[in-house]
């Protein structure tokens, strides 16, 4: 197949070069993307007159019927093309002939591509965007189910205080509707017309680039030529973006991995999501947790590649950039498939609540509680919180709990103590009085939940 550029060089390129070169294997996806941008672009020149109107409808019209014939297998991708623009305009040449040579006036590859992939990028987020709101709402559904489901909370992974369950997932439910709003960001910057640019220095024909962008659903058009040709910032702001969105999954797929051991038993995975052991028939692995750990590394990889493919480019457009597709796509294609397995194994798995209330009742997580109580009674929390740690200390000591402690035990530490220790200590009250904005109680959880709604109904504009 001849390159499209092949007029300026004596021979042919080696068939290793053109190989090494190609980029059609990977960027064959954009072909709608390549297309839609094509169909604006034919009709800005119509419009303005650069080509003749009849020569415009003509040019449209061929460029939908490919799109039709790849859409129903007719038409394949040649494998020998050097990329999906070179593909589709030697395509329309083959049906129409000197007027398929009129689509790239006033147009470069370098151009074309910017505005392809921001296209297809502004279509995958928001397809990134559904997955994730449905995540959400399963967070919700399970909170709300579990606003009063007992668990300890930790810090450095010792038991720390007493929360609910519904407020360890909310909790996961905040960091995603954060990933949202950075999404909602990207796409913003990203949804600017590149195209006009040409190869870098923009072009003599009374070209309209606002027209194109309309035309596009874009925000308007980039207004530095060099910049539209050589900016690829979109793609590192969204690989960034998904980066610490998966890096939020990996957070939570090594809090469930754990949940799942004998040590914690607090969940339990159903066998849809989990997978066994080729030697040992007790086990029940929580793989798909452990791949998402393992896709993070790889998102976060894709993200360091585009900042180190950049860091170091003169303006404008340079063939290094070609490798932004692989890195984005890679990024884009592994957070949609974990984000779509991570919902229904979160849906379906089951929550031992015994087992969360019976590692909260160990390991004297109320012992803020306790001090707490002595605050409120007048005693400076510096001197509660000693006389609670020597409480502690003793009970250890003693192979006891706060709440088994005689009460004359406590009264020998101070007169303020008295028999609503007990109830002031016991873990139901110590979460249900934990009523301050965002913490643990059922009655905050469930307000946490009812804000959460009420945003993605702001951000979904439902």
Not at 106 to 129: F, H, P
Not at 359 to 385: H, S
Not at 414 to 441: H, M, N, Q, W
Request: glycine share 6%.
């Amino acid at each position: 197949m001849a390159m499209m550029w092949a007029g300026r060089f004596s021979k042919e390129v080696d068939s290793k070069v053109n190989a090494f070169n190609s980029s059609i294997a990977f960027d064959a996806r954009m072909y709608r993307q390549d297309i839609a941008g094509s169909i604006a672009h034919a009709t800005m020149l119509g419009e303005q007159g650069i080509i003749s109107m009849s020569d415009s409808l003509e040019l449209v019209g061929g460029l939908k019927e490919i799109l039709a014939d790849i859409e129903n297998g007719t038409l394949q991708f040649d494998p020998n093309a050097e990329d999906i623009h070179m593909f589709i305009e030697a395509e329309l040449t083959k049906r129409l002939g000197d007027v398929g040579k009129r689509l790239h006036t006033s147009r470069s590859r370098n151009d074309q591509v910017a505005l392809d992939i921001r296209l297809y990028l502004r279509d995958e987020i928001g397809e990134i965007k559904s997955l994730i709101k449905q995540l959400i709402e399963t967070l919700c559904k399970l909170a709300e189910e579990h606003s009063e489901t007992i668990m300890p909370g930790y810090t450095h992974l010792q038991r720390a205080q007493p929360i609910t369950f519904g407020h360890h997932l909310m909790a996961y439910a905040a960091m995603l509707l954060r990933d949202l709003d950075r999404l909602n960001d990207t796409a913003r910057r990203m949804n600017v017309n590149p195209l006009g640019s040409c190869a870098l220095a923009g072009t003599t024909y009374n070209i309209d680039r606002f027209r194109t962008a309309s035309l596009l659903e874009m925000d308007g058009a980039m207004a530095n030529s060099l910049d539209g040709v050589s900016d690829r910032d979109f793609c590192i702001e969204l690989a960034s973006a998904l980066a610490l969105c998966m890096t939020h999954l990996s957070r939570f797929s090594e809090e469930i991995i754990m949940w799942c051991s004998w040590e914690f038993k607090f969940i339990e995975l159903d066998d849809a999501f989990s997978t066994g052991s080729s030697i040992m028939p007790q086990k029940k692995n929580p793989d798909i947790t452990e791949l998402i750990r393992g896709k993070t590394a790889r998102v976060i990889g894709d993200n360091v590649t585009l900042l180190t493919m950049m860091k170091g480019l003169p303006l404008a457009y340079n063939k290094d950039m070609q490798e932004d597709k692989e890195a984005i796509f890679d990024a884009v294609d592994n957070i949609k498939l974990c984000l779509s397995t991570f919902i229904p194994m979160l849906d379906t798995m089951k929550v031992l609540k015994e087992n969360m209330r019976a590692a909260a009742a160990r390991g004297f997580i109320n012992a803020t509680d306790c001090a707490d109580y002595l605050v409120k009674k007048g005693m400076p929390f510096r001197t509660a919180y000693k006389i609670t740690g020597g409480l502690v200390a003793y009970c250890i000591a003693n192979n006891t709990t706060l709440e088994e402690l005689p009460l004359e035990c406590y009264q020998e530490q101070s007169e303020l103590f008295s028999e609503d220790v007990y109830e002031a200590i016991s873990l139901d009250t110590c979460v249900k009085e934990r009523k301050s904005y965002g913490g643990p109680s059922p009655e905050s959880v469930l307000s946490q939940i009812n804000l959460t709604k009420k945003k993605l109904e702001e951000l979904f504009n439902v």
